[in-house]
């Protein structure tokens, strides 16, 4: 199994921009899907991004769809969500995971699919 770590949350102002990261430790990032996901108290959790097991397909939400960049690192065995232009409704839990039964080259919208987790980073965005 692979352990997810994210980073890189914090309390910006609207319009600034941040990278998030998230390291990948007892497998390759390669060996899965990968997704990032978010969610406020009280709410469901909500799709952002993934990008496919091989990496030649991303996906956004509508929602941050050209305000965010969603990539991977081989070397270090990270993923990072690039995120540009942050609105206040972009406040939230970030997490990321990862699925393991994804195909090569799809990857889902769905967090019943993923079934491995990071822990969580706040992203806080004040107008």
């Known amino acids: 199994q692979v352990q997810l770590v994210e980073s890189g949350g914090g309390l910006v102002q609207a319009g600034d921009s941040l990278r998030l990261s998230c390291a990948a430790s007892?497998?390759?990032?390669?060996?899965?899907?990968m997704g990032w996901f978010r969610q406020v108290l009280g709410k469901e959790r909500e799709f952002v991004s993934a990008?496919?097991?091989?990496?030649?397909?991303?996906d956004y939400a509508d929602s941050v769809k050209g305000r965010f960049t969603i990539s991977r690192a081989v070397d270090q065995n990270t993923m990072f969500l690039q995120m540009r232009n942050l609105k206040p409704e972009d406040t939230a839990v970030y997490y990321c995971?990862?699925?393991?039964?994804?195909?090569?080259?799809?990857?889902?919208?769905?967090?019943?699919?993923?079934?491995?987790w990071g822990q969580g980073t706040q992203v806080t965005v004040d107008s």
């Open positions: 995971a990862a699925d393991s039964t994804a195909t090569v080259s799809r990857s889902s919208r769905n967090s019943r699919d993923y079934d491995h």
């Open positions: 990008i496919s097991r091989s990496g030649s397909s991303t």
């Open positions: 007892g497998r390759s990032l390669w060996s899965y899907a």
